[in-house]
């Protein structure tokens, strides 16, 4: 069975500073990697994706990922955060046969002024 | 594109009661969707994966007769708590998938409390 570990559960970081978050997974088949972010009382909106071709992958809001196959890793990086950048983020893996998301326990990254 | 409305946002109810969660694809077809329940500061954790015009397939320790699936069209999935209780008070959410892009669409969720 596929799992996702999210290495930081929080991660505090001062406003236009840099900042990763750290994904691992553990499956046998090729996967899909996600990451996805939530906002208080909300749902989940997607932030990146990874379904094949170049490793490093760019989404909304100035987020980008890479992919590491040898490291099973898929960290979420931003090279300069803002405070509207508050939240819980979540990476996942889609179990291939079944499409089933398969969620990390979250990072909560806290942007101070 | 490609949202989800999920109705209500929020819903108060007696213990005892049932209550109907909808879930609803507005501009494609998903014939997969998935629920989700969250508690405070945890993760999604997945209750069942609902096809459409079938049975829905409940991840273990998930209660199937408590938590009743329809997934009567490719456009609408609804999960119904039935005789809730204070401990099924939390966070549920449903998603959407796209196959065209697999991709997968989130709805807002719904705050249940039961009293």
């Known amino acids: 069975a596929q799992s996702v570990t999210q290495l930081d559960s929080q991660v505090p970081v001062f406003e236009e500073a840099p900042v990763e978050l750290r994904c691992n997974y553990s499956?046998?088949?090729?996967?899909?990697l996600f990451w996805y972010v939530q906002y208080p009382n909300q749902g989940l909106q997607l932030l990146l994706k990874?379904?094949?071709?170049?490793?490093l992958v760019k989404g909304i809001n100035g987020f980008e990922a890479e992919f590491n196959k040898s490291q099973t890793s898929f960290h979420l990086r931003k090279p300069s955060v803002h405070i509207s950048d508050t939240a819980e983020y979540f990476c996942?893996?889609?179990?291939?046969?079944?499409?089933?998301?398969?969620f990390g326990q979250g990072t909560t990254l806290q942007v101070k002024p | 594109g490609a949202v989800v409305s999920q109705h209500p946002s929020w819903v108060i109810c007696k213990s005892g009661t049932s209550v109907k969660i909808e879930c609803r694809s507005l501009?494609?077809?998903?014939?997969?969707m998935f629920w989700y329940r969250q508690f405070p500061k945890q993760s999604l954790m997945l209750m069942a994966t609902?096809?459409?015009?079938?049975?829905?397939?409940?991840e273990q320790g998930v209660e199937k007769d408590k938590f009743l699936i329809n997934h009567a069209s490719l456009t609408l999935s609804t999960l119904t708590v039935t005789s809730a209780h204070p401990e099924d008070s939390s966070f549920y959410i449903c998603?959407?998938?796209?196959?065209?892009?697999?991709?997968?669409?989130f709805g807002s969720g719904t705050r249940l409390t039961v009293v």
């Open positions: 609902s096809n459409e015009g079938s049975k829905a397939t409940y």
């Open positions: 996942a893996v889609s179990e291939g046969n079944t499409g089933k998301l398969i």
């Open positions: 990874y379904l094949s071709g170049s490793t």
């Open positions: 501009d494609f077809q998903a014939t997969t």
């Open positions: 499956s046998s088949v090729s996967v899909y």
């Open positions: 998603s959407a998938s796209r196959q065209v892009d697999y991709g997968y669409t």
